[in-house]
């Protein structure tokens, strides 16, 4: 069955980066795109991009461009986003997701940004 | 960026009754490009709906989606207690896909 299974919770302070990562399995990777989307405590969702793990060709929300890198290794079917520079209000749980309309979920990863 | 206006905020329904829930974009989504998604508290979201209309895979025939341009509607017909949850709406016509805010369906 698909799965994606994500890298555990990380506390940050502001200015510090983060790195998260997303191991799939059950399908090919390659063949499917590799979506970000946050939420922050009580809030909404807000999507952070997407990237292609048959290429790499990538597509990021404006607002974090500059700040945020999709990247993927299909040796290890891995997906992984990089936020940059963090701030408080990047305080959320992390989730990665197959496909552009995402349809399994990874479980998602708190990061929280204190001094 | 397209802006997702969904309403209302909260409903209030019991378990059989008939649930609509609205979703407004500010500009049309290109090719009727909107998702539904359901939340539970501590899980990730759940894809009910895509194209607007095409239901995903496994989920209950009572979640319908419906509309097109700038007026989406998500209806479940009969609720179920399981289905008391949050719901959010996505654009994926126009990058950034942006998300509504989220329609929360209570027991009344």
């Known amino acids: 069955q698909v799965q994606l299974v994500q890298s555990g919770a990380e506390v940050k302070k502001p200015g510090a980066s983060v790195k998260v990562s997303c191991k799939a399995s059950?399908?090919?990777?390659?063949?499917?795109?590799i979506t970000w989307v946050r939420q922050a405590p009580g809030q909404g969702l807000e999507w952070l991009g997407w990237?292609?793990?048959?290429?790499?060709?990538?597509n990021y929300a404006q607002n974090l461009q500059g700040r945020v890198t999709l990247t993927t290794d299909t040796s290890t079917s891995t997906a992984y986003m990089e936020l940059r520079n963090l701030k408080s209000d990047d305080t959320a749980v992390y989730y990665c997701?197959?496909?552009?309309?995402?349809?399994?979920w990874g479980q998602g990863t708190l990061v929280t940004v204190s001094s | 960026e397209i802006v997702l206006t969904q309403s209302p905020g909260t409903l209030s329904l019991s378990p059989g009754e008939r649930a609509t829930l609205s979703c407004r974009a500010s500009?049309?989504?290109?090719?009727?490009?909107l998702a539904w998604y359901q939340q539970k508290p501590g899980q990730a979201p759940r894809l009910l709906i895509y194209?607007?209309?095409s239901r995903a895979t496994g989920i209950p025939d009572r979640f319908s989606g419906s509309g097109s341009g700038t007026d989406f509607t998500l209806t479940i017909s009969r609720l179920e207690p399981e289905d008391f949850a949050v719901y959010y709406c996505?654009?994926?016509?126009?990058?950034?896909?942006?998300f509504g805010l989220g329609t929360k369906l209570e027991i009344k």
């Open positions: 500009q049309s989504v290109t090719i009727n490009y």
């Open positions: 194209g607007a209309s």
């Open positions: 997701a197959r496909k552009v309309v995402p349809d399994h």
């Open positions: 996505q654009q994926y016509g126009a990058s950034p896909y942006t």
């Open positions: 990237i292609s793990a048959y290429n790499g060709h990538t």
């Open positions: 059950g399908y090919t990777f390659s063949s499917y795109d």
